[in-house]
């Protein structure tokens, strides 16, 4: 596979908005994608008191349809996949025989044999190779569809008003998807989203995305950047895939345990089932710094244990993260030092979310 | 946020910084384009009063919610004064780069330094 310096990188069909907008584009898993628009904490904040839209268009997209598409899934996808009714949706964990994460993911159920799964940008060729190759003995057809979708996240306390004021009936509830017209353009709209707001997210045809976007923002959207995408995650300690988590790490050590169903024999149950029973020699912990300073991805955490992801907080107004550490110092309320370039600083160990949202779960 | 300025009287070091010379003492600043490319700081701890800084090699950091970044010096000597308001105001360094957003203030070790920096004309060049 080329890699990103060898290749142009991809825009998505909202390019020309962002650039007009004024917003700092960042190359991101190969795309160049807006990482600010007026500024990561305006952004943040108005998601959390108002609106914002997020062009996610980076992100992949499976399509997998036939009568066994239901049993396909259920052996590749860490939870239960028969527990997502029609118009449903489900977070899950895609694994390795070892129990090493090899993605996570979004699955909605749009009928009974058709499923379509939204991937991460770094990992949808590898993702979608993964799932191919493991089909062969399925009555399944495994289709990419990223080339076929723009995705709009609608985020905050205000997104689902805003988006039903332009949509043709009735928005879907949280974890589950629908097909209607929004501003006219027919699309998926799944009650899903990254930031720990009630919102929406919106799967559509690219060459449409330009016009449901500029009704988004006239509506009162803010346009947000991957930098507040990424505030507005971990404050609510949502796991980024390729920071608080990877293929060296496990399900139960990453503190997803929730989302697998060893039961189901998918691929890497039995590790998994193996990593609850005896444990794990490192734990995911949410953490806040006490007193200044912001911790970032690297830094190590004294007596063992690295940040995984460190940013500034606009909600709490200090430094948080995520990071392991040794399961005996995992505890809430534990103390920690880390290590930021040379500085130490202290840190408590929260329990999550660091960030408690008003009114809305947290799925 | 101010738009971009770049005044006659500082002069500049490729890597975006200031410095203001007169008698023997500079003070030191990042310039528009630098806090720009930064985005808004939320944290800066000044350095150490007293401690040396070398033209070229970083002497403090600057954060904002994205990224730390560090700060070239863009001339030597010993840290004089450090501008301590701007641990509770850090935003300054955004909204005054050249003014209240000031980092520290250096008494120089080699008077002939400066004239290895830019004016404001070369260092606009820089960035075009």
């Known amino acids: 596979m080329p890699s990103t310096a060898e290749t142009a990188l991809r825009r998505t069909t909202l390019h020309e908005r962002h650039a007009a907008a004024g917003a700092k584009l960042v190359p991101f898993a190969g795309w160049e994608m807006p990482v600010q628009y007026a500024g990561i904490r305006d952004e943040h904040l108005a998601v959390r008191r108002h609106a914002g839209v997020f062009d996610v268009s980076h992100m992949g997209q499976v399509q997998t349809c036939g009568p066994q598409a239901p049993s396909f899934l259920q052996h590749l996808l860490s939870n239960d996949v028969r527990r997502i009714p029609e118009g449903g949706a489900q977070y899950s964990l895609l694994c390795r025989e070892d129990g090493g994460i090899l993605d996570d993911l979004f699955t909605y159920r749009l009928a009974e044999c058709d499923f379509l799964t939204v991937t991460n940008a770094a990992n949808h060729e590898h993702d979608l190779a993964w799932m191919q190759e493991r089909a062969a003995g399925f009555d399944v057809d495994v289709i990419d569809r990223a080339p076929e979708f723009a995705m709009l996240a609608v985020q905050g306390p205000a997104a689902r008003e805003l988006v039903r004021g332009l949509a043709d009936g009735a928005l879907p509830s949280r974890m589950h998807c629908c097909q209607r017209d929004v501003a006219a353009v027919p699309q998926l709209i799944c009650g899903t989203g990254y930031t720990g707001e009630d919102g929406v997210e919106l799967l559509l045809d690219p060459g449409q995305a330009p016009a449901v976007w500029d009704a988004l923002v006239s509506a009162g959207a803010t346009p947000c950047g991957l930098g507040a995408r990424d505030t507005l995650r971990l404050e609510v300690c949502f796991h980024l895939y390729g920071n608080d988590m990877d293929e060296r790490r496990n399900p139960i050590e990453a503190g997803l345990g929730w989302c697998c169903k060893e039961a189901t024999g998918f691929i890497g149950a039995d590790a998994v089932a193996a990593a609850r029973a005896d444990g794990t020699p490192e734990k995911l912990v949410a953490f806040s710094i006490e007193g200044p300073g912001i911790a970032r991805q690297g830094n190590p955490i004294k007596g063992g244990g690295i940040v995984t992801s460190g940013t500034f907080s606009p909600c709490l107004e200090r430094g948080i993260g995520m990071g392991y550490v040794p399961a005996e110092r995992a505890a809430p309320g534990t103390q920690i030092e880390i290590d930021v370039r040379g500085t130490v600083r202290p840190a408590v160990i929260e329990r999550k979310p660091l960030y408690q949202t008003k009114g809305s779960s947290t799925a | ?128």
Not at chain 2, 9 to 17: A, I, K, M, T, V
Not at chain 2, 59 to 76: C, F, G, Q, R
Not at chain 2, 87 to 114: Q, R, T
């Open chain 2, 1 to 128: 946020m101010t738009d971009a300025s770049y005044p006659d009287d500082l002069l500049y070091h490729p890597e975006h910084d200031w410095a203001r010379v007169a008698d023997g003492v500079a003070t030191f600043g990042i310039t528009w384009y630098a806090q720009e490319a930064l985005g808004e700081v939320v944290f800066y701890e000044p350095p150490t009063v007293g401690s040396n800084v070398t033209k070229d090699e970083p002497y403090t950091e600057v954060e904002s919610v994205k990224a730390v970044s560090d700060v070239i010096a863009p001339l030597s000597g010993e840290i004089v004064e450090v501008n301590a308001a701007l641990a509770d105001k850090p935003e300054m360094i955004n909204d005054e780069p050249y003014g209240e957003g000031w980092l520290v203030k250096v008494k120089l070790s080699d008077p002939d330094e400066p004239g290895s920096l830019l004016d404001a004309t070369a260092y606009k060049a820089s960035l075009a």
